[in-house]
T-cell receptor, first 113, second 113 residues
């Protein structure tokens, strides 16, 4: 049982390049989300989804796009990377309900030069 | 809006000593509170959660936390630290009616042999 799988583990981009961070879950959870982790700032919510076809913005959505065409997959797109997007990105999935814990992937470390 | 504050970005304890990591919350409604642990180069794992059933919550690896409404606190404790407890610990509060979590800035625990 893999849980939440993120690819790639590491990525280096040049300013202005685009890329997609992949996230897949095998737990059939309706809720999925993306966080970024920066030193001294904890984790901040970028975008989230409560089911296929439904997405919404979190605290720091600018510069990122998401879509949810299936329950399993929730990719995060950077259309034009900026150095400020250098961070560690985590995808999470959970059962619907505000007292349900989230299951996290192992993260993608992104550097934008 | 819900938020949490973690006092102390770094805590050092000797092996066998009491671990105390502090978390204070701000919430306009009864909160759902969580503690997560992050080991190096890994995602976050749930330690425990408070969902109003009991004020003293027991989690994995002998960690526990006590919800104190009068102090708006949810501090994490462990009676005796092990070397394997060295990690970063995050307190989080859930958004009312949704799975979204708002995290504190984290506390890095160092265990001294």
């Amino acid at each position: 049982n893999a849980g939440v799988t993120q690819t790639p583990k590491f990525q280096v981009l040049k300013t202005g390049q685009s890329m997609t961070l992949q996230c897949a879950q095998d737990m059939n959870h309706e809720y999925m989300s993306w966080y970024r982790q920066d030193p001294g700032m904890g984790l901040r919510l970028i975008h989230y989804s409560v089911g296929a076809g439904i997405t919404d913005q979190g605290e720091v959505p600018n510069g990122y796009n998401v879509s949810r065409s299936t329950t399993e997959d929730f990719p995060l797109r950077l259309l034009s990377a900026a150095p400020s997007q250098t961070s560690v990105y985590f995808c999470a999935a959970g059962e619907e309900g505000y007292n349900s814990p989230l299951h996290f992937g192992n993260g993608t470390r992104l550097t934008v030069t | 809006a819900q938020s949490v504050t973690q006092l102390g970005s770094h805590v050092s304890v000797s092996e066998g000593a009491l671990v105390l990591l502090r978390c204070n919350y701000s919430s306009s409604v009864p909160p759902y509170l969580f503690w997560y642990v992050q080991y190096p180069n890994q995602g976050l794992q749930l330690l425990l959660k408070y969902t109003s059933a009991a004020t003293l919550v027991k989690g994995i690896n002998d960690f526990e936390a006590e919800f104190k409404k009068s102090e708006t606190s949810f501090h994490l404790t462990k009676p005796s630290a092990h070397m394997s407890d060295a990690a970063e610990y995050f307190c989080a509060v859930s958004d009312a009616g949704a799975n979204n979590l708002f995290f504190g800035t984290g506390t890095r625990l160092t265990v001294i042999p």
